[in-house]
């Protein structure tokens, strides 16, 4: 299920959770693991200066320099690279989400995995507006293999996962995030706990609907899920169907909390991805920011639906 | 030490040499080596003689050091009206020494001379405005740079980049695969959200050809999307070549004569192989003045004019607002103050200001002018290479003061910047200064504020 791994680190101690999980699936799941870090922020116009990304200094890059900053990491990862076998360490100049992306897409990566907090004295968010910062969104939104977003430490390790959690809103991208996490379920025996939120905060619209209602449209959300979605499950028998109403992100969690899930697996396909509009505006943000457990995104069936007719 | 390893009279032809350059961090050996560069006094006599033309020749003749060019600078208003950076003083002693002393001249003066020419005049040419005779300096440094060039004093990210374009046709060292490549990337990522989005590459006889700057590919290829997305939206009949693609000049910027004829001709020749009925250039000044302004001259086109006619992105943008290709949604102008950056090579030496209004009036409610604006404008800084040489970041943050003025005096905090090169030596203001406001280039405003065509959105 995973061969190749993509983890896009600030090589910073944000990233360290997400450091152990990348190191952990290498190990368990015998995959080659590419730890990337992006150094520095190119001008628009013509000059060899960049902004490097950990210092906010001016740097002007060679290869010396690039050589230098993997020998920090591979200082940083030292403990962890010990037990690695299927490492490789690089460095890119260039805007983070796009020189992972480009990464993901040359080495046709199966996981991204990425830190979601940055540090306040990260340089990006006032040089480039909030850059960094929505580093982890843009690649969730534009990146063609499932992102998995880890900013709490860890406790399960991946194989041992028992409970996974897939959010499902009916677009075309969920279907996507319900068969890599049906895959994953079977891959790892664990209960697949398929939830839908029943949006109340768009529907109401400023007034209150009668209960009767609200049951009405949960049923239809059930029947919906049972007669889309669980057939693609083909006779898998470890899950279970929730329908709840309120705002989606604070039920995901609180179902999340209630299952003890060990990973929540949700589509991210919303189109306005303006840092200033929606910095946190998205149920998956708001999701990721307070989860205790690691969050995957998955956007596009590529990754996702080749071997996933399970 | 007649000629260095690095630093030397010979232009960059080869991947090696180019190598060699950038691994020398900030040019630490290549300007050691230029502190022993010979002057060979013979050539740049010859190369005067036979280059130095009536315009140049008789403007360095009537210049009656009248001063009047003085406040027109930047350079001069920036560093306390110091008068060593009054441009009819700054011509006089680097040009007008080399034509009295018969290009006669030792190290120390090249030194001079290149300092001079890239450190204290950006070639914005607004000096001309002001000259009674009409003598602009900034073509005239221009002219030095080429002088510079040819005896190897140029700014080491310039030989670099002049490098670039001989061996790659481009600024940065992207090639055919890479830039083919990444039209499909773009093309891939965002379909989804734009059905029917194509990246046509090498499309014969189309509407549009457009021509770009190398570090949107390399670095920023939203912006290729950006495009990509607006004139789908606007039902453009648009390509792109798989070379000839590359619309900027560091060339230029260097004074190397030769790359410069030979990156315009491999986007003249797209124009020849392709048939489109126009070009329009993406947002950038100095690609626009390189290949459309003065290509034609050193490609040796006797017109004067690209092969195909050519426009600049705004000209473009104007035309679409103005015959409905591309609508606005009132709601969604911008309702904050706004002032525009009028870049000097396709606003003053180009007659585009116009343009530039005609967009502001569609998309913001509240559009304040700098003062002095349109072909008036100061340069914003950076102009002319001077935001990439590391030996002149210094002088360059100093004349950053009088855009940043410029802005402040608008009270406005978003500052439309359809120029690669206004567009960084703003925010480096910003960075410098902490003025607290926010810059934009074109096409990701139009994006948020357009009409999409019901047929063109996504389903669900």
Redesign the interface.
């Known amino acids: 299920m995973f061969k190749k791994i993509l983890f896009a680190t600030t090589a910073s101690p944000v990233c360290d959770n997400a450091a152990k999980v990348a190191f952990d699936l290498e190990l368990k799941w015998d995959a080659q693991l590419i730890i990337f870090h992006v150094l520095g922020i ?8 960049v902004t490097d990304v950990r210092t906010g200094q001016d740097e ?1 890059m ?4 690039i050589e230098w900053v993997k020998e920090e990491m591979r200082n940083t990862y030292g403990e962890l690279l010990k037990d690695a076998d299927r490492v490789v360490l690089e460095a890119a100049v ?2 983070p989400h ?1 020189e992972i ?2 990464k993901a ?1 040359e080495e046709d990566v199966d996981m991204i995995i990425m830190g979601a907090h940055t540090r306040p004295e990260d340089v990006g968010a ?2 480039y ?1 909030s850059v960094v910062g929505s580093t982890m969104q843009k690649v969730a939104k ?1 990146a063609r293999c499932p992102v998995v977003i880890i900013s709490r430490p860890c406790t399960t390790c991946w194989k041992l996962f028992s409970n996974i959690l897939v959010g499902i809103d009916f ?2 991208a969920s279907k996507a995030a319900f068969l890599w996490a049906a895959r994953l379920a079977k891959e790892v025996d664990a209960n697949l706990h398929i939830f839908h939120a029943l949006d109340l905060e768009i529907t109401a619209a400023g007034h209150v609907k009668a209960q009767e209602e609200i049951e009405g449209r949960i049923a239809a959300a059930r029947g919906k899920l049972e007669n889309d979605y669980l057939p693609l499950l083909k006779g898998y028998e470890k899950y279970t169907v929730q329908v709840w109403e309120g705002a989606p992100y604070v039920e995901i969690l609180k179902l999340a909390r209630e299952r003890q899930a060990d990973l929540i697996v949700m589509a991210h396909h919303t ?1 306005e991805i ?1 840092p200033e509009i929606a910095l946190l505006g998205s149920t998956v943000e708001q999701v990721v920011l307070r989860s205790a457990c690691p969050v995957a995104s998955v956007n596009h069936p590529d990754k996702a639906l080749d071997e996933a007719a399970i | 030490m007649p000629e260095g390893i690095l630093c030397n009279k010979k232009p960059v032809d080869t991947v090696d040499q180019l190598q060699a350059l950038l691994a020398d961090k900030s040019g630490k050996q290549y300007y050691e080596e230029m502190k022993q560069l010979d002057v060979n006094g013979d050539a740049l006599w010859a190369t005067l003689q036979k280059t130095l033309k009536s315009r140049l020749r008789t403007w360095l003749e009537i210049c009656a050091h009248c001063g009047m060019c003085a406040d027109s600078c930047f350079f001069y208003l920036a560093n306390g009206r110091d008068p060593e950076q009054v441009p009819s003083y700054k011509i006089q002693s680097t040009l007008g020494e080399l034509v009295r002393r018969k290009g006669q001249v030792d190290n120390a003066f090249m030194h001079y001379v290149m300092d001079t020419a890239w450190s204290k005049c950006t070639c914005c040419n607004r000096c001309a405005m002001y000259c009674p005779f009409g003598i602009d300096m900034g073509v005239m440094f221009g002219y030095v740079r080429g002088l510079c060039f040819s005896q190897g004093f140029v700014p080491w990210e310039l030989k670099i980049g002049s490098g670039m374009h001989r061996i790659y046709r481009a600024q940065m060292d992207v090639t055919t695969e890479d830039w083919v490549e990444t039209c499909g990337w773009m093309c891939e990522e965002y379909e989804e959200d734009w059905p029917g989005l194509e990246f046509p590459v090498d499309k014969p006889n189309a509407d549009i050809i457009y021509t770009v700057n190398a570090r949107e590919v390399k670095h920023y290829p939203e912006d290729l999307a950006e495009a990509a997305i607006l004139f789908h939206l606007a039902g453009e009949n648009w390509t792109v070549p798989s070379e000839g693609w590359e619309e900027t000049s560091l060339a230029m910027f260097a004074g190397d004569w030769e790359g410069c004829k030979k990156q315009v001709e491999s986007v003249y020749a797209a124009m020849d192989r392709l048939k489109p009925k126009r070009m329009v250039v993406t947002e950038c000044g100095h690609a626009y003045r390189a290949t459309v302004i003065e290509g034609p001259f050193w490609a040796g086109l006797k017109s004067g004019r690209t092969p195909v006619e050519s426009f600049h992105y705004v000209e473009w943008v104007a035309e679409a607002l103005r015959t409905g290709k591309l609508k606005i949604d009132p709601s969604k102008r911008i309702k904050e103050p706004v002032t525009y950056q009028d870049s000097c090579n396709y606003i003053r030496n180009a007659g585009l200001r116009s343009c530039a209004r005609e967009i502001m009036s569609y998309i913001a409610e509240d559009f304040r002018e700098m003062a002095p604006c349109g072909e008036h404008n100061f340069c914003c800084g950076g102009g002319g290479g001077l935001n990439g040489i590391g030996r002149y970041r210094e002088a360059r943050n100093v004349g950053l003061k009088v855009k940043r003025d410029q802005i402040l005096a608008t009270g406005a905090k978003l500052v439309v910047s359809p120029c690669h090169n206004c567009w960084d030596a703003i925010r480096d203001m910003e960075e410098i200064y902490h003025i607290g406001i926010r810059w934009s280039f074109l096409k990701p405003l139009l994006l948020k504020m357009v009409v999409v065509p019901e047929h063109l959105r996504p389903e669900e």
Do not use: H, I, M, N
């Not at chain 1, 060679?62 to 320099?65: E, K, L, Q, T, V």
């Open positions: 190119p001008t628009r116009g013509f000059s060899p200066f002007q060679d290869p010396d320099y260039g805007v796009r992306l480009r897409r006032s040089r507006r534009a677009s075309k189109r303006d």
